[in-house]
Structure formats: structure tokens, C-alpha cells
């Protein structure tokens, strides 16, 4: 078969990969894509070509960055050391982000559909697992030219070509070394994700290895805000250090390339060029081999699939029964931590900390006041609401099953209510350790989030009722969070009210009394006032 | 007491009326087949009498339970098997056992001995810890039924239980409707597969347009019909009034194939 026809088909599978990797990434994906095929098809096109733009200007806003850094800023040590640094920071950061940014796409691949289209077609088996490698090089090959050119053609524009000649080996080598370590980590969170092992650390390792991920994701976005000052920071270490730092850094830096590429323009000890040399020799040679196991990888993938523990299908036949309430728990979170997707919505307020902290620390100069801890807890909340949806979004596919069980409205959204309450305690704790962190104005001021909690139970019961109510009449329905933008908006309108009522009393009672301690006592009684009247009335305006 | 009643029944969607003032029953240790076309509203008095959609008017009653006020009583004591099958695909159908059990509080031991009693009769250990999206239209319906069965309900819905099945399935499914009826169940089920109504239930209804159109036993049906001797599928078409458009159909397509 020729190349040209290999690719076009490559193109096909690739593209199947995403859409199997948008559909892995969220179970309401599945119900959606019944429902309007084509604007799925649309959204995943758009997505791609959003993740291909957004990698692009990610990596060339790093490459910028990086070399600027280093090459203007003249306060932080000889130029010599701040550019290896910046090169090889650039490298090491270049390698999460091909790696979080592809992560969804790759699980894709590890679906035994992706093959099944060509397996019945009629190619030789070699042809079979190259087009597996050239499908995946497709999914990668936009990132991949972008970090190998943009990068290596600004260090030659800025430094010279012997520099741009390194930074081009660097990038190829870390382009490997991330493809390779995308492809095994994905592997294995396919595997771990869709392990159907009972034990509780089975759950606990799933729930890890995506909040991990999810972060990981969020704090690869974030990055770019300080990478300066995180150059600075390690200069500064290096400089301090003295001559001894550079050559360790050389040999335990995965990206030391940057320090060689420098190190032979002048400046360094022959021990730190032997040492750089040498660790650049070596990250090679685990690039080279990253790329050859790769290979074999998808080959395997290709020819048997991904293969589970065989432990498990010899365990014996046994039914677990916990209390109604406990058992719907456990069935979210099994769902909840399979798929990427979810594990999203089960993180969702904590990860809103990084979106929030901006807002916030605008608003606190010297002290940190109650305004901003107000405004803290009202953005964390209302994006609650978003993470509440999403759990009732979990049982869009159970329709059969619910159908015929007895289960009342209230068993279900008290279920989803205590996971709530748990993501909900969570985002608040982490509020309190941030609000110690920033010089509070009164140690007071920490009590307001903690005082919020029990408004968790109004928010959750009050986002169910409205959601139930509209969508399903009074009954159980199921919302997708992607394709039902009104309810979206309308559970974080529900979220903000619920959350506004009791922070509104402590803002007012603060204005008219100047009392903390009187604020924030008519906050808790509000919040739990309204839990009260919540579960007094809601669940009369729903049906079973 | 009947085990299923069913007056004067009417459910409407927007201006269509799906179901038009039904009534039938159910006896005890009787099963039951709603036969009817497509769209005739078949699935909407199933599941009107599930308790997932309010009608206009009428009764509905299992067990002398009000279907509509008391849908939660009504689920304890049936066993439902909707036409689509909609499972948590990222789930086990030990995981599935796992939540049905816990929901429906059957004590361990008995939902242990029947988890691993059912799945041996319907031949599904194997399938046990395999996630539900990997499992065949087949293995779906099984695991539904072993669902619908965990708690050994006095009544089993069945939505057009065979539809899709291979010819194994069909056949266990059938076993497991005669069992749960010889061991004192009732079924009430809808299908549009003739031979397996006519093998199969002991009083039929056939429904079009939401009208009850007859009701009986086969020799009853044959009566009403006026056609003695005719098997299920013509009795339906002749009391449907399908029969004369079947023929002209027929007559059509052998012209455009002739040609």
C-alpha cells in the first residue's frame, strides 16, 4: 500500500480516536450523541481545531516568554546561566503540556472499537499496525511540528544557530519522551478507570489518578503566569548554590539539553559541559527508546487490545447490598471516576480556586477583608452548582434501570447531596487555609466560609428540585451539562441565590454593626434557616 | 383481585392520543400479551402502569395499588423490563447487582443465592465482571432480566421482550416467563412477534391506535374475528384492519419487482 493512501486512512482512524476520546471523556456524551449527531460531529471538529490553536499559542506564548526571561532580564545572574535554565525549563514544560493537553484524545486509542473498522478491511497485519502509528502521529503531528519549529527558530533568531540547532534536538527529544510517556500513562488510566476491581482502593487509586490529571491540566494553563518569576526562583537557587549547582542540575534536570546547548557557548566549568553533555547523551537515549517502545505499544494495542486483569473474571458470584441511600453513592462514584469527564465535575469547585485566587487577591491589599472573602465563597459556590449538575448528570445512562426501581426523588438527590457535601466541605476547607494565608484583617474572617456549609444542603436540594421540576416534570431526569445550556445557567443562578442569602446577612449585619461576630452569626442562622425550608418544602413540588 | 386493572384509561401527548380509554386486566398467574402495531400505544400503558408518565385519565391499578399516586409500592413487587435498554455501560453487571440489590434491600443471602442461581440458568457467570458497554444485545437483555428478577417480584412487564434476541435467548426467555408464572407470577407483556403470543400468553388484547380492538383467548379472538382455524398473525391483521393494506403491499411489490 502506498504512503500517500496509509495517511488518508491514518486520517480516518484519527479521527475516530477523537471522537471515541470525546466520548470516553463523559458519559452524557453517549445519550447526546443520539440526539443530534451532526452537531456532535461540529463540536468535536471545533474542539480539535480549538486544542490545536490553543497547544500552538501555548507553546509559542512559552517559547516567547521562556527566552525573554532568561535574555532581558539582566538583574538575575550572567546571561549564561539564565538561558540554560530558560531552555531547559521551556523543554520540561513543553513535555506536560504535549502530555495534559493529549491525555483525553489518547484514551481513544486504547478503545477496541478504534480498530474494529479497519481489522475487517482487507490489510495484512503489518499494514494494520502501521496504520495505527500513523494515526497516532496524526493526532499529535499539530503539536508536534508547532513545538519543534516555533522554539528552535526563535532561539536562532534570538541566540544563534548552534543554539537553535540544540533547542531543535531538545524539542524532537521531548516530543518523544512525552509521546511516549502520554501513551503509557494513558494506557493506564484506561485500564485503571475501566477496572471493574471492587476493592476500595481500586476507587481511591481512580480518584487519585484523575484529580492528578485534572490538576496537572489546570496547572499547565496556569504556568505561564509565572514562569518568569519561576526562572528567577531558580537562578536565584543556582546562584546561590554556587559553582557546584550547574553541574547537578546538568545531571538530574530530564531537560538538561538547555544547560549543554549554553554550556558550549562559554561561561561554564568543563565539568558542567561533560555533565550536561553527558545527561543530554543519556535523555537521548531514553528518547530513542520511548519512540521504538511507543511503536510497539500501539502495535499491540492494534493486534489484542487492551487486556485487563484476568484476576477478575474469576471472582465468585456475590451481591453487596448497603443501605438504598449507599448504594447510589457507590454507583456514582464508580461512574464518577471513569472517565476523565467526570472526575472533572467531581473536582470542579476545587480546581474554580485557580480561577477564583486573581479575583480575589485584586480586591485584598494589605489585609485581607471580608469584601474578598465574600466574593471568594460566592465564586466557589455558584460554580458549585456546575458540579451538582454534573452529578445528576451521571445517571443519563441508567434510564432502564431507574425506570423499574423503587426509588424515591429524595433518596436520589440526598445521595448526591452528600457527595456534594464532600466536594463542598472540601472547596470550603481549602478557602479557610488560603483566607489563614493572606493576613487577615480578624481571624474571624476564616469562620465565614465554614459558617457557609450548611447552605451545601439548600444549594444541592434547591439545583435538583429546579432541574427536576423544569426538565422532568417533577420526576428523576437526567441533564447534560454541555447540551443544556438554560438549565445550566439556571442551577448556577439557584447556586448564586442560595449562596447569596446568607453571605448578603453577613455583609449587611458587618454594615450596619461593624460586628463580625454578629455578621456571622446571622449568616449560619440563614444558611441553616434556609436548609431548614428547603427540605420542608422541595420535595413537595416533586414527584416519585 | 386482579392483578393488573386497567379503566377507561386515556393518555395524551400534546393533540395525539396514544392511549384511548383502555381497559383491560390482568389475573392472577396469567400471562398477558398487549399486541399491537407500531405506535399503537403499547409502551405508554406499560408505562403508565410503571408509574413514569401520568395519564389524562382513568385507572390504572397493580396489585389493587394506585399506579399513578403509589408508583414506589408499585416497583417493590414488579419486575419491569423496558423495550430500550438503557444500562450504566461503565459498570459490571455485578456492579449493577451490586446497586439494584442495595436499592431494593434484598437481604445478602437471598440476593447471593439468586444473583448465582439466575445467572447459571441463563448461562451469564462468565459475563459477570465484564463492563456492560462490551456486553451483546443479548447479554444486555439478560442482565436486565436477572435485574428484573433479583427480587422475585409477583409481576413481571416485559416491553417487548424478544425483540432483537437470537433464537437461544428467545428461548430462555420464554422458560423464564413460563417459570415465573408456574411459580405463582403473573406477566403482562407486549410484543408484535405473533408465534411467541400465540405459544406463549394465555389471553391477548390487541391494541390499535390506543383503542382495544379485541380480547381473549385465541379461540376467543377467532370468534370475535369470524375466522375459524386462522393463526394469531392473521387474526391481528383481519381484527387490526391491516390486512387489506398487507395485500395491497404485496401486490405493489411484486409489480416493482416483475418490472
Not at chain 1, 290 to 318: F, H, W
Request: proline share 3%.
Amino acid at each position: 500500500m502506498k504512503f500517500r493512501e496509509k495517511w488518508r486512512i491514518a486520517g480516518v482512524i484519527s479521527t475516530e480516536v477523537r471522537f471515541q476520546g470525546y466520548l470516553d471523556a463523559n458519559p452524557m456524551n453517549r445519550s447526546r450523541i443520539k440526539e443530534d449527531p451532526e452537531k456532535i460531529m461540529r463540536q468535536i471538529k471545533s474542539a480539535n481545531r480549538f486544542s490545536g490553536g490553543l497547544t500552538a499559542f501555548f507553546v509559542t506564548m512559552l517559547g516567547i516568554i521562556s527566552i525573554a526571561a532568561g535574555y532581558f532580564d539582566t538583574e538575575i545572574g550572567p546571561l549564561h546561566m539564565r538561558m540554560s535554565l530558560s531552555i531547559s525549563l521551556f523543554l520540561g514544560l513543553t513535555f506536560i503540556l504535549i502530555f495534559f493537553l493529549n491525555l483525553m484524545a489518547t484514551t481513544g486509542f486504547f478503545n477496541a472499537s478504534t480498530m474494529k473498522l479497519p481489522s475487517i478491511l482487507p490489510f495484512s497485519r503489518e499494514d494494520l499496525e502501521n496504520l495505527l502509528v500513523l494515526s497516532f502521529t496524526r493526532v499529535f503531528i499539530a503539536p508536534a511540528i508547532i513545538i519543534n519549529i516555533v522554539f528552535p527558530l526563535i532561539c536562532l533568531l534570538v541566540i544563534g544557530p548552534y543554539v537553535g540547532f540544540i533547542a531543535l534536538v531538545g524539542c524532537l527529544t521531548t516530543t518523544s519522551l512525552s509521546i511516549g510517556a502520554l501513551i503509557k500513562v494513558s494506557r493506564w488510566f484506561y485500564i485503571k478507570s475501566h477496572s471493574s476491581s471492587e476493592s476500595r482502593a481500586s476507587t481511591v487509586i481512580r480518584i487519585i489518578a484523575g484529580l492528578g490529571i485534572v490538576l496537572g491540566m489546570f496547572a499547565t494553563y496556569s504556568i505561564i503566569g509565572i514562569l518568569p518569576g519561576l526562572i528567577e526562583v531558580m537562578v536565584g537557587i543556582s546562584s546561590g548554590i554556587g559553582d557546584g549547582a550547574m553541574p547537578i542540575l546538568a545531571l538530574i534536570f530530564p531537560f538538561s539539553i538547555g544547560i549543554f546547548s549554553m554550556s558550549l557557548l562559554g561561561g561554564f566549568q568543563i565539568t558542567t559541559i561533560a555533565l550536561a553533555g553527558s545527561a543530554s547523551l543519556f535523555y537521548g537515549l531514553i528518547a530513542i527508546r520511548a519512540y521504538r517502545t511507543s511503536g510497539s505499544s500501539l502495535r499491540a494495542v492494534a493486534v489484542k487490545g487492551v487486556t485487563r486483569s484476568t484476576s477478575e473474571s474469576k471472582r465468585e458470584i456475590s451481591v453487596d447490598v448497603l443501605n438504598p441511600i449507599s448504594g447510589i453513592i457507590r454507583k456514582d462514584m464508580k461512574l464518577a471516576t471513569r472517565n476523565l469527564g467526570s472526575i472533572m465535575i467531581i473536582v470542579m469547585p476545587i480546581l474554580m480556586m485557580f480561577s477564583a485566587y486573581p479575583l480575589v487577591a485584586l480586591t485584598s491589599e494589605t489585609y485581607f477583608r471580608s469584601t474578598s472573602a465574600i466574593l471568594g465563597i460566592a465564586y466557589i459556590a455558584t460554580f458549585a452548582g456546575l458540579s451538582f449538575m454534573g452529578l445528576l448528570g451521571l445517571d443519563s445512562e441508567g434510564g432502564s434501570l431507574h425506570e423499574g426501581l423503587p426509588i424515591t426523588t429524595k433518596m436520589i438527590l440526598t445521595a448526591k447531596v452528600r457527595v456534594f457535601g464532600i466536594q463542598f466541605i472540601l472547596a470550603m476547607a481549602i478557602l479557610v487555609v488560603w483566607y489563614a494565608l493572606s493576613n487577615p484583617i480578624t481571624p474571624l474572617i476564616l469562620l465565614v466560609p465554614i459558617f457557609q456549609i450548611p447552605v451545601l444542603y439548600a444549594v444541592g436540594i434547591m439545583i435538583g428540585t429546579f432541574v427536576y421540576r423544569v426538565r422532568g416534570g417533577g420526576r428523576v431526569v437526567a441533564v447534560n451539562i454541555a447540551g443544556d445550556q438554560i438549565i445550566v445557567f439556571g442551577a448556577m443562578a439557584v447556586s448564586a441565590l442560595m449562596n447569596a442569602i446568607p453571605l448578603g446577612g453577613y455583609a449587611l449585619m458587618i454594615l450596619m454593626t461593624q460586628s463580625h461576630v454578629l455578621a456571622l452569626l446571622l449568616q449560619i442562622s440563614l444558611a441553616m434557616l434556609e436548609s431548614i425550608l428547603v427540605n420542608k418544602l422541595a420535595f413537595k413540588m416533586l414527584k416519585n | 383481585m386482579n392483578t393488573v386493572e386497567v379503566k377507561n384509561l386515556i393518555k395524551k401527548y400534546g393533540d395525539l392520543v396514544a392511549v384511548n380509554n383502555l381497559t383491560f386486566n390482568v389475573k392472577e398467574g396469567e400471562i398477558y400479551g398487549l399486541l399491537g402495531p407500531n405506535g399503537a400505544g403499547k409502551s405508554t400503558t406499560l408505562k403508565v402502569l410503571m408509574g413514569l408518565l401520568d395519564p389524562e385519565s382513568g385507572i390504572s391499578e397493580i396489585f389493587g395499588i394506585n399506579t399513578v399516586t403509589d408508583s414506589i409500592e408499585v416497583k417493590k413487587r414488579v419486575g419491569y423490563v423496558p423495550e430500550e435498554i438503557s444500562l450504566y455501560e461503565s459498570l459490571t453487571p455485578r456492579e449493577l447487582f451490586d446497586f439494584i440489590a442495595s436499592i431494593r434491600q434484598i437481604p445478602s443471602e437471598i440476593a447471593n443465592r439468586r444473583a448465582i442461581e439466575i445467572s447459571r440458568a441463563l448461562d451469564f457467570t462468565q459475563h459477570y465482571d465484564k463492563t456492560v458497554v462490551t456486553l451483546s444485545q443479548g447479554n444486555k437483555q439478560k442482565t436486565m432480566l436477572i435485574i428484573a428478577l433479583l427480587h422475585a417480584p409477583d409481576l413481571l412487564i416485559l416491553d417487548e421482550p424478544f425483540s432483537g434476541l437470537d433464537v437461544r435467548t428467545s428461548r430462555i426467555m420464554k422458560d423464564v416467563i413460563k417459570l415465573h408464572v408456574e411459580s405463582g407470577g403473573s406477566v403482562l407483556l407486549s410484543t408484535h412477534i405473533m408465534e411467541m403470543a400465540e405459544g406463549l400468553c394465555d389471553r391477548v388484547g390487541i391494541i390499535d391506535e390506543g383503542i382495544l380492538v379485541a380480547e381473549g383467548t385465541l379461540d376467543e379472538l377467532r370468534k370475535q374475528a369470524e375466522s375459524e382455524g386462522a393463526d394469531l398473525e392473521n387474526l391481528f391483521l383481519k381484527l387490526t384492519g391491516e390486512d387489506e393494506d398487507v395485500r395491497e403491499g404485496v401486490d405493489t411489490l411484486r409489480e416493482a419487482l416483475a418490472n
